[in-house]
């Protein structure tokens, strides 16, 4: 989503609606493919074993984003680097592979990925870094190195998901060569995602869970 609102004013984008990561909702998003579209931003997930390659061969991305490698769905592999080997089969073909270095991917898996690599992380070295330089309740402001260049941003959140998430963004931004001014300018002005679980206040003092 925060993909689709920092690259919209330049390009026609095509993004999975909602959470459509599964062996179904993936082919349902790249179905609404079309000509005029410049970009194709597609969410893959997997709960066991031999899935990827099927999505893979559905979204053929050229570009692998990784955005964390948590527990959801540990019970489906045999241990956790079984998962991330899995999860990585859909960049087998990609021409940049996207990180966060704290995810304590082995340097042996990767190795198998000849294709460039961009890594991020707070307060220490990556090819992207990012130092915090204040923190208010609703506000993180950044300098960002990249290439031996660096620029200040000020992201508009303070919880950990948030500011990994835009790192993950701003990563992609700088690997698509998008001024680095633009990218300040975007990232200031993003909106917050209402998430796949919300509870809201129902008729005669009930609760609903929309999921």
């Known amino acids: 989503e925060w993909i689709y609102q920092l690259l919209s004013p330049d390009k026609s984008i095509i993004k999975s609606p909602g959470s459509y990561n599964s062996q179904i909702g993936v082919p349902l998003s790249v179905w609404g493919m079309a000509k005029h579209h410049q970009l194709g931003v597609f969410e893959a997930g997997i709960s066991k074993t031999d899935e990827m390659e099927q999505l893979q061969s559905i979204i053929q991305p050229t570009i692998g984003i990784?955005?964390?490698?948590?527990?959801?769905?540990?019970?489906?592999?045999?241990?956790?680097?079984?998962k991330l080997q899995e999860k990585?089969?859909?960049?087998?073909?990609?021409?940049?592979?996207?990180?966060?270095?704290?995810a304590n991917i082995p340097n042996n898996?990767?190795?198998q990925y000849t294709c460039k690599k961009i890594s991020w992380?707070?307060?220490?070295?990556?090819?992207?870094?990012?130092?915090?330089?204040?923190?208010?309740?609703h506000a993180t402001e950044v300098d960002c190195t990249f290439k031996?260049?660096?620029?200040?941003?000020?992201?508009?959140?303070?919880d950990t998901a948030s500011l990994e998430n835009v790192a993950t963004c701003v990563a992609l931004l700088l690997?698509?060569?998008?001024?680095?001014?633009?990218?300040?300018?975007r990232v200031e002005s993003l909106l917050p995602i209402?998430?796949?679980l919300e509870l809201k206040k129902g008729i005669g003092q009930s609760m609903l869970i929309d999921d």
């Open 109 to 111: 898996i990767l190795q």
């Open 148 to 158: 031996q260049q660096s620029f200040s941003l000020e992201m508009p959140f303070a």
């Open 121 to 137: 992380t707070f307060n220490k070295d990556a090819d992207l870094r990012f130092d915090v330089r204040a923190v208010s309740p």
């Open 66 to 82: 990784l955005t964390n490698l948590g527990s959801a769905h540990d019970e489906g592999f045999p241990n956790r680097i079984t």
């Open 175 to 185: 690997h698509l060569k998008v001024p680095e001014n633009i990218i300040a300018q």
């Open 194 to 196: 209402q998430m796949r």
């Open 88 to 102: 990585l089969k859909l960049f087998s073909n990609c021409e940049c592979i996207i990180y966060p270095l704290d």
